[in-house]
């Protein structure tokens, strides 16, 4: 669908990241977070968790679409893979899609600040009806289709924080050997909160432990008075100040073209290290 299309359309069914922060703006990481392994006594919100169900619909179920980033991120996915717990941060409910390549991750916190996204997802992991664009991705990652299971068996936990405020101390409490972030550090304001998010990902990495994402960057006609989240400051000089800030080393950086896509003009992926301190 082209950007014009989505004139007159009803407001809330618009991408989900445009009109996000409105929807968490009183999300509280002290008394709001949480982490769970299932959804018992989770009462949902229903119109939240349609509208990510219609998400999880929308996008990595038809056919796997190249040229928009996805096989350069899953072949670095697979290639930085350090062991231990990984933590996927603004995970929503196809975080599941850049695990495919993960074969050495002992366990997964998946999180994000809606809890109905997180259940969309959980109950995605819980079905195995594994969406075309899973299988084909497989094949492009040159693995078999049976390894899917093996991803989907990777002990999870699904837990609900913005990732934007002091992290919550369940997870602070961590150290990850991996850290994960695609498409939701673009949801900050500015550089400033995007420079704050990334050390609080330093902090809770393990030594040599990796940072990876990407970023979408929206075309500049994207209405941002009408449809929120404004990435026009965000570009990979912003994003390599974050990390370099946060005493990560870069060891991959990267922006690739989006052609052909309604909202987003420029993918932006990184991988960054956290290295041990030097000694003498
Ligand atoms: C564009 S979606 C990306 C979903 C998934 N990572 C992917 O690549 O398909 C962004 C997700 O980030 C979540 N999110 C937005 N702001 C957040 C915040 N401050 N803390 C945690 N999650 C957030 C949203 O709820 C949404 O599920």
């Known amino acids: 669908m082209f950007y014009d299309e989505y004139e007159g359309q009803d407001r809330d069914r618009l991408p989900v990241s445009g009109r996000l922060r409105e ?31 219609q998400y999880a619909t929308d996008y990595f179920q ?21 062991i231990g717990s990984y933590l996927d941060l603004g995970s929503g409910p196809t975080g599941l899609f850049w695990c495919l390549p993960l074969s050495h991750a002992e366990s997964f916190t998946f999180s994000d600040v809606i809890t109905e996204a997180l259940l969309v997802l959980m109950k995605f992991r819980r079905d195995r ?43 602070r409490d961590h150290q990850y050997a991996r850290i994960s972030a695609y498409g939701v550090l673009s949801i900050c304001v500015g550089e400033l909160q995007y ?8 902090e809770n990495l393990e030594t040599n432990g990796i940072f990876l994402g990407a970023d979408w960057i929206r075309h500049s006609k994207f209405r941002i008075a009408e449809d929120g989240n404004d990435t026009s400051y965000l570009d990979a000089n912003v994003i390599k ?40």
């Open 129 to 171: 009806n594994y969406p075309d664009c899973y299988r084909q991705a497989m094949n492009f990652i040159q693995t078999p289709e049976v390894q899917l299971d093996n991803v989907f068996d990777l002990p999870a936990d699904f837990a609900v924080f913005d990732c934007f405020s002091p992290w919550p101390a369940f997870i």
């Open 62 to 82: 038809g056919d796997f679409i190249r040229g928009q980033g996805a096989e350069e991120l899953l072949e670095l996915a697979g290639r930085y893979q350090p």
């Open 23 to 53: 929807t968490y703006q009183h999300f509280d990481n002290v008394k709001d977070a949480k982490i769970f392994c299932d959804d018992t006594g989770i009462v949902p919100d229903e119109e939240k968790l349609s509208y990510f169900k």
């Open 241 to 280: 100040h974050a990390i370099v800030d946060a005493n990560l080393e870069v060891r991959e950086l990267e922006t690739i073209t989006i052609t052909d896509d309604p909202l987003y003009g420029h993918i932006v992926l990184w991988v960054a290290e956290k290295r041990g301190l030097k000694v003498g």
């Open 195 to 202: 420079s704050t998010a990334v050390r609080q990902v330093a």
